[in-house]
C-alpha cells in the first residue's frame, strides 16, 4: 500500500513530466537535436548555468560549514535570529533576493558604487549570478550540515586533544572528514538549487546573450519565441547534466558512506 | 606516575565545583573517585587531565609541574563516558591515531605503529576486529577500544570517566573484572570516576570519596566501609539505620532507656548513632536493647530485612536477619549494634 503510494505519486509527479520531455526531444531526431544543442548561444548558457552554480555551491560549502560551526558550538547574543535569517533565502520570493542584490551592486548601488572606480564590475556579469546563487544555496549547506555537526560530541574533540592532537588536526583529521558526507550532500543541493535558479538571477545577470544569460531564461525565450524543439533541446541537455551530476554525487556518498560506517 | 594535586579550587562563574582538594596518587596505583552527581568528581578528574584548568592550585606529575602543561602536552590517556570514538576511522586508525599524529621526529614507523595497535588490541579482546568502524561494535567493543586508544600513547596516567556508565549491568560487571587485569598487568597509574559504589568498592586500591567539592574521606575500600569518617560517608557507602541518641554518663540513651551501648569519654548531649543493618545481635532481654515493632519483612537473597518501628526514638531502622529466623508482622524485637558509630553535631 504504501509502496503504491510512494510510486504513484513519483510516477505522477516526476517521472510523467520528464519521459514527457524525454519523448518530446526524441521527437526531434537526432541530428535536429544535436544542431540545437549545440547551438553557440545555447552551448554558452548552459556553460554560465552550471560553472556559476558550480562556483555558489563550493562557495557555500567553505562559508556555509563556518556558519553552521558557529551557529551549533558559539553562544552570543543574537543567535536565534541569525540561526532563523538563515532560512530567508528560502522563504523569500526568488525574485525579491534578485532585485535587491542588483540594486546593492548595480553599478549605482551601494556595494556597486564603491567597487566601480576599481573597475569591478559584479552585476550584469557572471560574477553577478554567482553572488546570486550564493544567496539562495546558502540555508542548503548550512541546514545539512548543522544537524550532523551538532551530534559531534565535545568529547571526540577532547579526546583528540588528550590523543596529542592539535586544534589543526583534530579539524582536518577528526571533525572535518566525519562531516563530509553531509558537506557533499549540501553541495549537491546547493548546486542543483544553483542550476535550476530564475527568479533571483535574472535581475543581476543582465542577461547579454553569450555572457550572462542562464540556461533557464533561454528557455522561456526560446518558448516565448514559440521555438519549441529549441526550448525542449535545452531542457533535454540540462536534465541529462544534472542527473549525471547527482548521480555522481550520490556515487561518492554512498561510498563515504560506507567506509566511514555511518547509518547502521 | 605520581600525581599530586595540591589545594585545588575550581569555580564555574561563581559557583564552586572544588574547594581546597589535595590528593596523592600513587604510582601504578587504582584509584576511584566516588561520590554523587554534582560533588566536583568529574571536575577533578579533567582538571588532572587539563581539560579544565584550575582557578587556584597545581597539578604535579612526578616532580613536574603539569599546571602550565596543555592537554597535548601532559600525555595522559582520557577514557570517555561515551566512548568519544571517531567514528569516520576504523578500529585500528583509531588506536593508532594518538601516534600517527605525532610530530615526524617523535612518530615511529609505520609499520611499529601497527604492530603497537594490534598489540593492544589483543590485550583488550579484540583482535579480528581492527577492520571494524566503531558503528558495528557494541557498547563494551566501543569501550575497550576507546582504552586501547588511551593506552597507546603509553599515558603517564591513565583517567576514566564513568567508563561503564553507558554500559548494561551485565556487560559493566564483566569489563569491571577486566579492567583490573589489564590495570594489573600494564601497571598504568589509573584513576576513574564513578558514581556506582560497588564498582569503586570493588576495583580500586583506594577511594575517594567526594561530596559537594570536597574530599570526605580516602581510603582503601576496607577503610571506607568500616570506617567511615563522616556521615556523608557512612549514609552514602553502603546501607546504614540512624537513631537520634541521648549520651548521659557515658551510656547512650533512646527516650527513657538505656541501649547497652556504651559510649565512654563523649560528652553528655545528644548525637547520632549510625549502624548497618547487618551490624546487630538479637537479644532476648528487654534490658539495655533497642525494641521495636516489625512493620514489613522483606526476603532478599540469602538475608531477611526487617523494617522495625522504634517506638521511643519515632524512627524506622531496617536490619538483616539470616532467613531462618522468621518474624511475624507486629511482633517486637529487641537487638543492640554490634558495630557502630555515633556522630555528634
Same mark, same amino acid.
Given at each position: 500500500m504504501a509502496l503504491g503510494v510512494t510510486l504513484s505519486w513519483l510516477i505522477l509527479i516526476i517521472l510523467i513530466p520528464l519521459s514527457g520531455l524525454a519523448w518530446r526531444s526524441s521527437a526531434l531526431g537526432w541530428g535536429t537535436f544535436w544542431t540545437l544543442a549545440t547551438d553557440q548561444r545555447t552551448v554558452n548558457a548552459l556553460r554560465i548555468s552550471f560553472g556559476t552554480a558550480f562556483a555558489a555551491a563550493l562557495i557555500n560549502v567553505v562559508f556555509g560549514v563556518i556558519l553552521a560551526w558557529v551557529l551549533v558550538r558559539y553562544r552570543f547574543p543574537g543567535k536565534r535570529i541569525i540561526d532563523a535569517m538563515v532560512d530567508l533565502p528560502f522563504a523569500l520570493p526568488t525574485a525579491v533576493a534578485g532585485i535587491a542584490l542588483t540594486t546593492l551592486y &548595480? !553599478? *549605482? @548601488?551601494w556595494i556597486g558604487s564603491l567597487l566601480a572606480p576599481l573597475g569591478i564590475k559584479i552585476a550584469f556579469t557572471p560574477i553577478g549570478i554567482v553572488f546570486a546563487l550564493v544567496f539562495v544555496g546558502l540555508p542548503f549547506v548550512v541546514r545539512t550540515v548543522q544537524p550532523i555537526m551538532e551530534e559531534i560530541d565535545k568529547e571526540v574533540e577532547e579526546a583528540a586533544a588528550t590523543l596529542g592532537a592539535n586544534r589543526f588536526q583534530t579539524i582536518s583529521r577528526v571533525l572535518l572528514p566525519g562531516l563530509a558526507p553531509a558537506v557533499l550532500t549540501g553541495f549537491a543541493l546547493a548546486f542543483a538549487r544553483g542550476v535550476g535558479e530564475y527568479g533571483s538571477v535574472i535581475f543581476i545577470a543582465? +542577461? =547579454? !546573450?553569450?555572457? $550572462?544569460?542562464i540556461a533557464p531564461l533561454l528557455i522561456v525565450i526560446r518558448l516565448e519565441e514559440f521555438n519549441y524543439p529549441a526550448a525542449t533541446a535545452i531542457a533535454a541537455v540540462m536534465l541529462i547534466i544534472s542527473f549525471a551530476m547527482l548521480l555522481i554525487i550520490n556515487m561518492i556518498q554512498a561510498w563515504s558512506r560506507r567506509r566511514y560506517g555511518y547509518g547502521s | 606516575m605520581e600525581v599530586r594535586v595540591q589545594n585545588i579550587r575550581k569555580e564555574f562563574g561563581r559557583f !564552586? &565545583?572544588? *574547594?581546597?582538594v589535595s590528593l596523592d596518587i600513587r604510582s601504578g596505583e587504582l584509584i576511584a573517585l566516588l561520590g554523587? $552527581? @554534582? $560533588?566536583g568528581k568529574t571536575t577533578l578528574l579533567r582538571l588532572i587531565a587539563g581539560l579544565e584548568s584550575p582557578t587556584e592550585g597545581t597539578v604535579y606529575f612526578g616532580n613536574e609541574d603539569a599546571s602550565r602543561k596543555t592537554v597535548q602536552q601532559r600525555n595522559i590517556g582520557f577514557v570517555f563516558q561515551h566512548y568519544a570514538l571517531f567514528r569516520h576511522m576504523t578500529v585500528l586508525d583509531n588506536v593508532s591515531f594518538g601516534l600517527t599524529i605525532r610530530p615526524s621526529g617523535r612518530r615511529p614507523a609505520k609499520a611499529d605503529i601497527r604492530k603497537r595497535a594490534l598489540e593492544l588490541l589483543d590485550l583488550v579482546q =579484540?583482535? @579480528? =576486529?581492527?577492520?571494524?568502524?566503531? &558503528?558495528? =561494535?557494541s557498547g563494551g567493543q566501543r569501550q575497550r577500544v576507546a582504552l586501547a586508544r588511551a593506552m597507546a600513547v603509553e599515558p603517564n596516567v591513565l583517567l576514566l570517566d564513568e567508563p561503564f556508565g553507558a554500559l548494561d549491568a551485565q556487560v559493566r560487571k564483566e569489563l569491571r573484572r577486566w579492567l583490573r587485569e589489564i590495570h594489573d598487568r600494564t601497571g598504568h597509574t589509573t584513576v576513574f570516576v564513578t558514581h556506582d559504589q560497588d564498582e569503586a568498592l570493588e576495583l580500586a586500591d583506594r577511594v575517594v570519596v567526594m561530596s559537594k567539592g570536597q574530599i570526605e574521606q580516602i581510603g582503601t575500600p576496607d577503610e571506607i566501609y568500616d570506617? !567511615? +569518617?563522616s556521615p556523608f560517608v557512612f549514609g552514602f557507602i553502603g546501607e546504614s539505620n540512624i537513631l537520634p541518641v541521648r549520651v548521659e554518663n557515658g551510656q547512650l540513651w533512646i527516650g527513657d532507656r538505656s541501649i547497652g551501648v556504651s559510649a565512654q569519654g563523649e560528652a553528655d548531649g545528644p548525637g547520632q548513632l549510625y549502624f548497618r543493618p547487618h551490624d546487630i545481635e538479637l537479644l532476648d532481654s528487654s534490658d539495655g536493647c533497642i525494641t521495636g515493632l516489625v512493620t514489613v519483612t522483606r526476603r532478599v537473597a540469602g538475608t531477611r530485612h526487617v523494617e522495625l518501628d522504634i517506638d521511643a526514638a519515632h524512627s524506622k531502622v531496617e536490619i538483616e536477619l539470616p532467613p531462618e529466623k522468621v518474624t511475624s508482622d507486629h511482633s517486637r524485637i529487641a537487638f543492640r549494634p554490634t558495630r557502630w558509630k555515633l556522630f555528634r553535631d
Open positions: &548595480a !553599478p *549605482n @548601488g543582465g +542577461n =547579454l !546573450p553569450y555572457i $550572462s544569460e | !564552586p &565545583a572544588l *574547594n581546597d554523587p $552527581s @554534582g $560533588s =579484540l583482535s @579480528g =576486529l581492527e577492520k571494524r568502524y566503531p &558503528a558495528q =561494535l570506617t !567511615p +569518617n
